[in-house]
């Protein structure tokens, strides 16, 4: 059960009797605030179950008044009508929250019966906390901590960090246009490189479609589908200035972007990522093949062939670096007792160690002719996206090409046609040399700034967290706009 103790008030320090034993004084921050040393600062606890969870400091004072006694109304003298407190949460002093209590002194006119109340100069807008802790709230924001977190640490309502959270982000990101309405801000800086991806949304059957800067990694735009119509709107916000700055495109060969960007801006090359490039390579030809030759052997009746062939997907897909790491933990772990090295604190049951995963790779590869030009394409695309110049990516793009024609099958040669569709595309790699690598990074912050609850069900306000996150803790090397 949760309980406040308001009857225990403990007094660390008496001022009135000036003994400051273990007491700072310090500067406040707050401008404007006189505290009243005649009063003793106030310690509340707050117990839960007969234990002190955290306390609250109250400190007495009130407002440095400097106006005239004067009614702006219509000038006549004003005098003092009685007085009322307003506490305000002030930075927390460890574990301890601080609270301000102010004295306001209302004063009434003299002549047409107005009441005037001081407002407080170090208070926060909207919120009865200081200006002071405010702007604390809002660094904390920046560092991708949890609204609880941050409401453990300062004892302010979750709710009141998240719509502190909302203001500085639309402050940041949004202005008004010429009708009053929001709108967001353009980017500060232009970029070279753009890539553009798609993400699912809260695991549902919708996605959305991300934007950023390939050299900063900062997001520059949302949109709420993958349609084209977001990548229109981006152009739109941008403008023709920006987007002439841009030189290439980073983006999935399957998606209709490049589409979009080119229709408006024909000078943006688009470059088809590796990584897209061999996942298609995976989906289009080694899964289907595998399944094809399985089906093959079981209808040739040789079992023991086929049932070799299942799971081993993996192993196909396989680069050879992720072989050469999987030989190399089963080598460490033979030599060390089947054990993982540092692992003696947690449970890690022997495990079968196998190893010979490169041996089982050739095997398999040598069984079958399909298999064997699967590796050598494998390769190739390796050796493709290391070339200086679109000559040689085009020579090696080429190579592999006629590789999948010469196999006569019909999963290899959808994959050639997928190339050559994109060619222009896919060599483009050999004059920019980008990757939309950052943009899993991108997606990764996504997932944790979701996995953080800031996510459901506010998007606009998970987008623009996200849009901010991005920027934060990152060297702008940029190129500012004159
Ligand atoms: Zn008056």
Not at 334 to 350: D, V
Not at 389 to 405: D, F, N, P, R, Y
């Amino acid at each position: 059960m949760n309980c406040t103790n308001n009857a225990t008030v403990t007094q660390p320090y008496n001022v009135v009797n000036m003994n400051l034993d273990g007491c700072l004084v310090i500067p406040s921050n707050l401008e404007g605030f006189r505290q009243d040393i005649t009063k003793d600062a106030v310690v509340i606890p707050k117990v839960v179950d007969n234990t002190i969870v955290s306390s609250v400091t109250r400190v007495y004072g009130d407002i440095i008044d400097t106006d005239t006694d004067v009614c702006p109304h219509c000038g006549a003298k004003l005098y003092s009508n009685g007085s009322y407190d307003t506490v305000l949460k002030h930075l927390p002093l460890g574990q301890t929250s601080l609270s301000v209590v102010v004295t306001r002194k209302r004063k009434r006119c003299t002549c047409c019966g107005k009441s005037f109340v001081k407002e407080i100069p170090f208070k926060a807008e909207k919120h009865n906390i200081t200006e002071t802790l405010k702007k604390y709230i809002e660094k904390l924001l920046t560092m991708a901590m949890t609204l609880k977190a941050i409401s453990d640490i300062t004892g302010v309502d979750e709710h009141i960090i998240k719509a502190i959270d909302n203001n500085r982000l639309e402050d940041e990101e949004t202005e008004l246009d010429e009708n009053g309405n929001r709108r967001l801000k353009k980017p500060t800086e232009y970029a070279k490189y753009i890539a553009v991806d798609e993400f699912k949304l809260n695991n549902e059957y919708r996605y959305a479609t991300v934007i950023i800067d390939l050299e900063t990694g900062y997001i520059l735009y949302f949109g709420r589908s993958k349609k084209k119509v977001v990548i229109e709107e981006f152009m739109k916000l941008v403008g023709d200035d920006w987007m002439n700055h841009v030189e290439a495109l980073a983006c999935d060969m399957n998606a209709d972007f490049s589409e979009a960007f080119q229709a408006k801006y024909p000078h943006i090359d688009v470059v088809y990522d590796r990584f897209h490039i061999r996942k298609n390579f995976n989906d289009m030809v080694i899964g289907p093949v595998r399944k094809d030759v399985q089906r093959q052997l079981i209808r040739e009746k040789k079992y023991e062939e086929a049932a070799s062939l299942k799971r081993c997907n993996h192993i196909l897909c396989s680069s050879k670096a992720t072989r050469m790491a999987i030989e190399a933990e089963a080598k460490e772990r033979k030599e060390n007792g089947n054990q993982p090295k540092s692992m003696s604190l947690f449970c890690a049951p022997p495990i079968e160690v196998k190893g010979g995963i490169e041996q089982r790779y050739q095997d398999i590869i040598e069984s079958n002719k399909l298999f064997f030009v699967m590796d050598i394409i494998k390769d190739q695309l390796d050796v493709a996206y290391r070339s200086e110049t679109v000559e040689e990516m085009s020579k090696h793009i080429g190579q592999i090409i006629a590789l999948c024609h010469g196999t006569n099958n019909d999963h290899f040669k959808r994959f050639a046609k997928l190339l050559g569709n994109h060619y222009e595309g896919v060599i483009n790699f050999g004059k920019h040399h980008i990757t939309s690598g950052k943009i899993k990074g991108t997606n990764n912050l996504i997932k944790n700034i979701r996995r953080m609850g800031y996510g459901y069900p506010d998007e606009e306000y998970f987008f623009l967290k996200a849009k901010d996150l991005s920027r934060q803790n990152k060297l702008r090397s940029h190129k500012k706009l004159h």
